[in-house]
């Protein structure tokens, strides 16, 4: 897949300190995180196992936990510091977090939920005008004054999503947002994701520990191990394209990629 270019624009830098507890099974563990990258302008994919510290990274960009030291910026503009005692709050950053559960807000429309987070030196009907350009965008434009718990999954996905870049984000973490939707859906947003990113020319940390996905969706790639960064380069260096005897229908990778694949027939 050949590079997309995109706008010089700041950078996220991210150091991140931080050692917590956690369960594992019946007992609580001690967990260390220790990473340090950056993420321009495009999608950057943190790829890695379940449990390595994907979640709590973008939790700690995002503003939501705070890390026991280290530094995460935009540009010039810092959002945490533990030497300078700088930590601003999650509202006040900027960041569009789409989360796997979507946590769209079930007492409000899809039209509501969408212009939740818009400036608020918006008109009431700019605002609603701007959710309801989004939705059709996004091809549920139907839903603008239905409530969550009608949509369908890829329904209340593409709502997240229109909720997500209508507040002109400065950067956006999405947390394993594509993992229960099937390949065609993936597929189709994958294309919304990559379009909007690129409108907006913003840094869009992605988490998943699926191949195809981090194939599909990346810019550039940082692997987690243990809490650690491992290795950093593009989807074609760090995750090779592969096929398995096993491997479903499902399973294969997404986007450009899915049209080099072979026909996989024995799916024991």
């Known amino acids: 897949m050949p590079a997309r270019p995109m706008p010089t624009e700041p950078k996220l830098s991210v150091q991140i300190r931080s050692t917590r507890a956690r369960k594992s099974g019946d007992r609580e563990e001690s967990f260390s995180l220790d990473v340090a990258f950056e993420a321009t302008p495009g999608i950057t994919i943190l790829f890695g196992p379940s449990g390595c510290g994907k979640s709590t990274t973008l939790a700690a960009i995002a503003g939501l936990i705070r890390p026991d030291s280290g530094r995460i910026a935009l540009g010039d503009d810092v959002w945490f510091d533990s030497e300078r005692g700088i930590n ?4 006040l950053r900027g960041v569009a977090f789409v989360f796997q559960s979507l946590a769209l807000f079930p007492h409000m429309t899809a039209a509501h939920n969408v212009t939740y987070g818009m400036d608020r030196h918006l008109s009431g009907s700019e605002k609603r005008s701007r959710a309801e350009t989004l939705l059709a965008r996004l091809k549920v434009g139907h839903l603008a004054d239905r409530r969550p718990a009608t949509f369908s999954g890829g329904e209340a996905q593409r709502v997240a999503l229109a909720r997500a870049f209508a507040m002109s984000p400065r950067a956006a973490l999405f947390d394993e947002p594509f993992s229960a939707m099937d390949r065609q859906l993936r597929k189709d947003l994958v294309a919304d994701v990559r379009s909007f990113v690129g409108e907006l020319a913003i840094p869009l940390v992605h988490v998943t520990h699926q191949r195809n996905e981090a194939r599909a969706l990346s810019d550039h790639v940082i692997l987690i191990e243990a809490g650690r960064v ?4 593009t989807a074609r260096e760090l995750l ?24 996989v027939t024995d799916r024991r």
């Open 88 to 91: 601003r709050p999650p509202h």
């Open 230 to 233: 491992a290795r950093v380069g």
């Open 240 to 263: 090779p394209q592969e096929v398995h005897r096993d491997m479903t229908f499902d399973e294969t990778p997404l986007g450009d990629p899915l049209q080099d694949m072979p026909e």
